[in-house]
């Protein structure tokens, strides 16, 4: 315990799930993480009544276990869907939570009687591994999650980078087969539209069609092919299951276009993969490598290492804290 | 004239010909810009030479007409077909000249009595766009230069950026088909692949078989479908000609893929595209807009103007020149 020592609140807001806890302003800990779900059909006010609940609680905690006063709580840093207006602290539009022009950071703000900060999840997650994870160390991190989606940040010359109106980083919506699978978000052969977690189910049951009797896929969700999710298909495959086993290579080759044309771009000295598709592990990363080496420039391929997040349930809370940090520090 | 004026040279190294002038620290003008051919046959120490040469021409013709004295000379900057070591000032490999780890800055330097800086030639035309052309005044922009090949520079918050290993901005080798045209880079699908000056004229050499009668795109190189250019399919669609205008169509949409993805990765202000292609003018940038448009994200489309290069001649000497002031001079 060090009287001396202050601290910084970070809330990861999802479609599912907040995940809140706090952190000493060094970065060396985690203190009273912990998760929530958002109910988001309760409306933006209760999601921000719970917001600011589990605030307190993080606060409380952080003062039983450390021993600081109320006053070592520099602040809140937040993550949060977007597309959003730094600014501003608002959320101009999240489908997931049904918000429009939603004044997020200065309602939470208001409540808890802090400052905050507000900024992307997947920019916050990116920066958490760059700060505390499997980043660190690195000066050019490009961060993707793959989850629902295909969420992205960029972390150029150790700084994130937001763009003109802070919509950069959306990797999940690059194109890699221009005539190509249709995207949610209206273009055609968007990477997520092949290799987020649904689009990988989505191929395994087109990979069915004509051939269900030799795959154990099926079987493996009590006869419903709609039951089939990214992590069905990564089981078989361990299992040995050839058509899984083609989806995941095919996962593994259009990732690896999509890793491939990051590199050639940013020249990153890190990739750091995270989200619910990568619990794949080796079966994925192994063969994304190999496709990135086969696609991007020598010296590009060289310089970077691809590899998983190493904070699965906290980066975005540890990168909301961090992004906080350096927008009222200054640094990090 | 203003005795306390300080010049740079600037020197843009390409496959074919040099170019190479000078301007005040204040960019308010170009001076003595002049082209000559590189010869590259005749090996590095030759093309030294001519860049020598070319420098104590411009240096001289600047003090002619400043009455400036060879003191107000700050250095040189070089912009240098890549990949480079910029530290050490090494030309790494360029393929057009026929170069291994030449170690051109310093034998510039030396020849010339001048310090020295080396950059890629991309990054130095968008710079030159950025510091005195059709970019000025944005923040985040993305440089193209469509010619023989696609090159590529980031200007990311008001910088050039490189990347981890001086290779950053190699756009034209960004995958839009993943299973699509082999590119001379070994993957497949590259954008330089579609839309370079050589990819346009083979897409339409393609376009012609089976229905050469109906075009007039053959008879307007003498009979030799191998002698048709990027030019000459503009000239025909131009003319109204039907063959041309669908490739001039699809090199928008294969390019508007490709700016698409620039455009959700960095949401950038600026996108400028430089190169012979470009000569083309609206019947390239209006379906280009229109295909971004289709593609991209809304905030991102909003935030950013596509326009052609101001400066087609020199945008390469006057960057070279700015690289050289913000290495040395620590801005612009």
Request: aromatic share 4%.
């Amino acid at each position: 315990m060090n009287a001396k020592e202050r601290y910084i609140v970070g809330v990861d807001l999802g479609g599912t799930n907040i995940v809140a806890g706090a952190m000493p302003v060094d970065g060396s800990r985690e203190i009273a993480m912990s998760t929530t779900q958002t109910l988001a059909e309760g409306g933006a006010g209760a999601v921000v009544d719970r917001i600011a609940a589990m605030i307190d609680k993080v606060i409380a905690q952080t003062m039983a276990e450390t021993g600081a006063s109320r006053s070592a709580f520099l602040g809140v840093g937040i993550g949060s869907p977007g597309p959003l207006n730094r600014d501003k602290g608002i959320v101009i539009i999240t489908p997931n939570l049904g918000w429009k022009n939603f004044p997020l950071r200065d309602e939470i703000s208001s409540r808890v009687k802090l400052e905050a900060t507000l900024d992307n999840d997947a920019n916050c997650a990116t920066l958490g591994e760059f700060w505390c994870g499997a980043a660190k160390g690195g000066r050019n991190v490009i961060g993707m999650t793959l989850g629902t989606g295909i969420g992205g940040g960029l972390i150029l010359d150790g700084k994130l980078f937001h763009g003109a109106s802070d919509v950069a980083g959306e990797i999940g919506h690059t194109t890699i087969d221009s005539t190509g699978r249709r995207c949610k978000c209206g273009n055609y052969g968007c990477l997520e539209a092949y290799a987020s977690g649904p689009a990988i189910a989505e191929r395994a049951r087109e990979a069915l069609r004509g051939d269900e009797g030799e795959s154990i896929l099926v079987g493996m969700v009590e006869g419903d092919a709609r039951k089939i999710t990214a992590a069905t298909v990564y089981e078989a495959a361990k299992r040995g299951d050839i058509t899984a086993r083609e989806v995941v290579r095919e996962t593994a080759r259009f990732l690896g276009a999509g890793v491939a044309n990051l590199l050639n771009i940013f020249n990153p000295d890190t990739v750091v993969l995270a989200g619910g598709v990568t619990q794949a592990g080796d079966a994925l990363f192994q063969p994304l490598r190999a496709e990135v080496k086969r696609r991007a420039f020598k010296p590009a391929v060289q310089a970077c290492r691809i590899v998983p997040g190493a904070l699965p349930l906290s980066a975005g809370v540890v990168g909301a804290i961090a992004a906080f940090k350096q927008q009222k520090l200054g640094e990090l």
